[in-house]
């Protein structure tokens, strides 16, 4: 099971740090990452990263999210600086036995947690 937490009400240019709790099926898988849908659009990819440390982000938060995992604790997270209301929707977490963009790669997903961004 995947559990995502730490949305919430931000102003463009604040910060917010997305948590993922991994258990279960999930806490070995090969990658872990973040997708985001905002209303009225599909998900979309935003970063990911394996068991061995390699990163992929997407190019509109290059610069501005890392990602990161504690596998002690089984932990994801996505530290979110400079947001902008671009940035606004709900924010999910997957599990992957691949390495990829697509969320069709990835077949374990959290709950999704809303990330707001007042203009």
């Known amino acids: 099971q995947l559990q995502a937490s730490g949305g919430g009400l931000v102003q463009a240019g604040g910060s917010l740090r997305l948590s993922c709790a991994a258990s279960g099926r999930t806490d070995d898988a090969y990658s872990m990452g973040w997708f985001r849908q905002a209303a009225g659009k599909e998900r979309e990819f935003v970063a990911a990263?394996?068991?061995?440390?390699?990163?992929m982000t997407a190019d509109s938060v290059k610069g501005r999210f890392t990602i990161s995992r504690d596998y002690a604790k089984k932990m994801m997270t996505l530290q979110m600086n400079s947001l902008n209301p671009e940035d606004t929707g709900v924010y999910y977490c997957a599990s992957s036995k691949g390495w990829s963009r697509r969320s069709t790669s990835y077949n374990y997903w959290g709950q999704g947690t809303l990330v707001t961004v007042s203009s």
């Open positions: 990263m394996t068991r061995t440390g390699l990163t």
